[in-house]
């Protein structure tokens, strides 16, 4: 079991900037990856964001690629998600995730912290 405390959304204007923050609450974490999603209403969950959490190697959607940065504290077990330049079509509830075992499929899901941006 993995548990999820995510941290860091909020209002904020079109062009500014947030930082989610993704705690592991375990001590001791093992997992593969981790990433970000994203799900807005009427639309379909999306990845934004992941991470190797030992190699570090990330990647990114197509939709936030040079305004998004995904990051983690392996020392603190945390995963952020660096947030500038938003946009009208980046409000969502964002979750983190992980994935355990390297196989694609997100094991364990944080709360969601919904970021909304005002024009």
């Known amino acids: 079991q993995v548990h999820l405390v995510e941290s860091g959304g909020g209002l904020v204007q079109t062009g500014a900037s947030l930082r989610l923050s993704c705690e592991v609450a375990?001590?001791?974490?093992?997992?593969?990856?981790m990433g970000w999603f994203r799900q807005a209403p009427g639309r379909d969950r999306e990845l934004v964001a992941a991470?190797?959490?030992?190699?570090?190697?990330?990647y990114y959607s197509d939709s936030v690629i040079g305004r998004f940065t995904i990051s983690r504290d392996n020392t603190e077990n945390t995963m952020y998600l660096q947030m500038n330049s938003l946009k009208p079509e980046d409000p969502a509830v964002y979750y983190c995730?992980?994935?355990?075992?390297?196989?694609?499929?997100?094991?364990?899901w944080g709360q969601g912290t919904p970021v909304t941006v005002s024009s």
């Open positions: 995730a992980v994935d355990l075992e390297g196989d694609t499929e997100f094991d364990y």
């Open positions: 375990e001590r001791t974490f093992n997992g593969y990856a």
């Open positions: 991470i190797i959490w030992s190699r570090g190697s990330k």
